[in-house]
């Protein structure tokens, strides 16, 4: 198994399933590649399935009612995005776009359906990822509303940070994601990279310290 695969089966998620579902959805899945800036779906458009980041990152987009999109999450590698069209209220609510090169595992609605097939429960297990995504929605909310800058900046990057330590983020991102300015977020982060918190690179961060981490934003670490 690719160490991709690996990272993506570490999901918080996808770890708590059968093994015979982990297996159906890498072998049902199909590999896309992607360049960065590429669309692979937009606001408005019909569900049609579920993609895992392998390697690279993706970017959601909210449009706001002027017509401007907005950063509102990156998907980083390990990480899952979108939902089956058995569970969707209407059309995509976001729009998803490659932040980098990238490999996703997609697995499309008719493999999903093949699979609920031979495996009846399955669509209870997927119910639980769209709460997963729809409690990690609300905590965003929660974060932009309630918590001061620091806290704000720490949560939102643990949040970014659950499954993998090298967060494919730049600094102007993060602060797009928070509300805050590119001079606040560089100052909070300059401090957790002091107190070891954190490592920045180049068009990325990466967590040293997850427990010190948590206890900065306050919140319980993402489980590995």
Do not use: C
């Not at 089966?9 to 093994?19: I, K």
């Not at 959805?25 to 669309?39: E, F, K, M, S």
């Not at 779906?41 to 569900?47: E, F, H, I, N, V």
Request: net charge positive.
């Amino acid at each position: 198994m690719a160490e991709d695969e690996r990272k993506l089966l570490r999901n918080p998620w996808l770890a708590r399933q059968s093994p015979e579902l982990r297996e159906a959805l890498l072998a049902h899945g199909r590999i896309v590649r992607v360049d960065a800036g590429q669309w692979i779906y937009g606001t408005g458009d019909s569900l049609n399935g579920l993609y895992g980041v392998l390697e690279g990152s993706v970017h959601l987009l909210l449009t706001l009612p002027d017509g401007e999109a907005r950063l509102l999450d990156i998907v980083q590698s390990g990480n899952f995005f979108g939902q089956p069209a058995r569970f969707g209220g209407g059309p995509r609510l976001v729009t998803a776009t490659a932040g980098a090169d990238s490999r996703l595992l997609y697995i499309p609605d008719a493999a999903l359906a093949e699979i609920g097939r031979s495996q009846p429960d399955v669509w209870r297990n997927f119910s639980t990822l769209l709460y997963a995504q729809l409690a990690g929605a609300l905590q965003l909310a929660g974060l932009l509303l309630h918590l001061p800058p620091r806290q704000r900046v720490a949560a939102r990057l643990a949040l970014l940070a659950s499954v993998t330590d090298d967060v494919a983020v730049t600094q102007a991102q993060l602060a797009e994601m928070v509300g805050l300015s590119r001079k606040t977020v560089n100052g909070h982060l300059e401090g957790l990279e002091r107190s070891g918190t954190i490592e920045r690179r180049y068009g990325q961060i990466v967590v040293r310290d997850r427990a010190r981490l948590g206890r900065v934003a306050q919140i319980a670490p993402a489980p590995r």
